[in-house]
């Protein structure tokens, strides 16, 4: 079965700590995976994608086929990091599976 | 550009009921899609469509009907409302060959009572 999995309803660090955000995803093809976020008051919006490899606002992703994982981190949480974060795999055509989310809180 | 943009903000249904939630984009976008979010739960797609009269079924599509009569637009009809499509309704497009790069919508907050 094609899913994906946040095990973490709620993440709350301190500013200034590391952060993890964890996604795990079932599915026998070869994934695409992105990292969704909403900002309190703004719409949801891509942050990254595994294939680009990029650091987005200091966020980075590895995807894992091994573990079948693509954790979001960011070495150093800031304030404004706190929003709701969605793991989405794309499987190909135009389904796309998203995950419950994860609200990250960043305590000053 | 307004981006995607999605009328009304909140609504009310009774059961049985019918309403139509509007979904608009301004980025000449070929693809569109409609989803459903509930508590707990992650986005799950209604129905979709990648031109101007195509649509097609996502995930979750009893109990709701789409139409795409042109680029713009993608509206979505609940036919008799029931108390378990009380959820948020996201709208969401995406350009030709990134289909997996979705612009959403403010989303749609609907109550049926």
């Known amino acids: 079965a094609q899913r994906v999995t946040q095990p973490e309803k709620l993440l709350s660090v301190f500013k200034g700590a590391p952060v993890e955000l964890k996604c795990n995803y079932s599915y026998s093809g070869s994934p695409e995976l992105f990292w969704y976020v909403q900002y309190s008051r703004q719409r949801l919006q891509l942050l990254l994608r595994h294939i680009s490899r990029e650091s987005i606002k200091g966020f980075t992703a590895d995807l894992n086929k091994g573990e079948t994982s693509f954790h979001l981190k960011k070495p150093f949480a800031q304030e404004e990091d706190s929003a709701m974060y969605y793991c989405?795999?794309?499987?190909?055509?135009?389904?796309?599976?998203f995950g419950a989310g994860t609200r990250l809180f960043v305590k000053a | 550009n307004a981006g995607v943009t999605q009328t009304p903000k909140f609504q009310v249904l009774k059961t049985g009921q019918s309403m139509t939630l509007q979904c608009a984009q301004d980025m000449n976008h070929e693809y569109m899609s409609w989803y459903r979010q509930d508590p707990g739960m992650g986005l799950r797609l209604i129905h979709y469509?990648?031109?101007?009269?195509?649509?097609d079924q996502g995930e979750v599509p009893n109990g709701y009907n789409v139409s795409r009569s042109t680029t713009e637009d993608f509206p979505l009809r609940l036919l008799s409302a029931a108390p378990s499509q009380t959820s948020v309704y996201f709208c969401?497009?995406?350009?030709?060959?990134?289909?997996?790069?979705?612009?959403f919508g403010p989303g749609t907050r609907l109550t049926v009572t």
């Open positions: 969401a497009s995406s350009p030709a060959g990134a289909v997996y790069e979705q612009y």
């Open positions: 989405a795999l794309h499987t190909g055509g135009f389904k796309t599976i």
């Open positions: 469509s990648v031109g101007a009269g195509i649509t």
